[in-house]
């Protein structure tokens, strides 16, 4: 075979590369998702079990990270998948509106009466299943008050969401039902919060759900109507105040990767930071 040959073929496999399909209507695409959903909904009914235990809020996070790790490492074996954590597990008690995932050495803990909030999320081949869960922790008494009224509301917007999020509906929609959830239980919304479509190793998506619109704040999303073969994670926060947030005294912990960006680091300690972020 000639060297224009060799060259000519090259061409054609890259070609059929770049035209894979990466959405659901690509059967080898969703089950990479079931995979990874089945991993994350495992791994967060463990977060769930530990939390129960009232430790150190980095334990439980430690243990369901590794978790995640220890079952990617069983599935999609053969060639070089990219699988593991999507989103590390973060634990995020009463006020704290989410991922709170500290360093070694926080003693941060869990309490009987706490609300909890847990997310995590999980990818496999770069297509990430999110989920999040929210518990009481017992303290002898039944949950009641603005506790239960603010699950209540989170609860009632995230069923409203399962039904609206179809092909034809419109992403305002889902806005306008996420408020009248909120007012029927007298929460609010929590300002800021964006659910975003999912691509293959991309969590934050173009297209966008606006958890409370609020025109003082300066966030603006375009309207469009959802589409047949699309993905979301819907995330859905409450609170029983105003539905502002502010940033506290902690160490940020959790970090974005940008995939599209190549970086050219010259020092050995850069290099391996990056290569143990990467892994």
């Known amino acids: 075979m000639s060297a224009s040959e060799d060259v000519m073929v090259d061409d054609v496999d890259e070609e059929k590369e770049s035209e894979k399909v990466s959405d659901l209507s690509n059967t080898d695409v969703v089950t990479k998702y079931k995979c990874a959903a089945d991993i994350a909904n495992q791994t967060l009914k463990k977060a ?8 150190k809020i980095v334990d439980i996070c430690q243990a369901g990270d590794e978790f995640i790790t220890a079952q990617c490492a069983k599935v999609y074996t053969k060639g070089k998948v990219e699988k593991g954590i999507a989103f590390p597990v973060s634990v995020s008690v009463n006020h704290l509106a989410g991922h709170f995932s500290p360093l070694a050495g926080d003693e941060s803990k869990v309490n009987p009466g706490d609300v909890v909030k847990i997310d995590l999320g999980v990818h496999i081949d770069g297509f990430a299943a999110l989920v999040a869960h929210t518990v009481v922790i017992p303290d002898g008494k039944p949950v009641s008050g603005r506790k ?14 399962i039904r609206l999020v179809v092909p034809g509906q419109k992403n ?6 996420f408020a009248k959830a909120a007012e029927a239980f007298k929460c609010e919304p929590l300002k800021g919060v964006l659910s975003h479509e999912l691509k293959q ?26 589409e047949t073969n699309q993905v979301y994670a819907i995330d859905i926060v409450m609170s029983t105040g105003e539905g502002k947030s502010r940033e506290l005294d902690e160490a940020t912990t959790v970090y974005k990767r940008e995939v599209d960006h190549n970086y050219n680091l010259k020092m050995k ?9 990467n892994s």
């Open 172 to 177: 305002t929609e889902v806005t306008k039902f």
């Open 201 to 226: 190793f991309v969590i934050d998506g173009n297209n966008v759900i606006l958890g409370k619109v609020d025109v003082d704040q300066g966030i603006k999303v375009d309207e469009f109507e959802f």
């Open 148 to 161: 239960a009224d603010v699950i209540a509301a989170c609860y009632t917007a995230a069923q409203a969401a």
């Open 48 to 55: 769930v079990q530990e939390s129960l235990k009232c430790g």
């Open 269 to 277: 300690a850069a290099r391996q930071l990056l290569a143990e972020i």
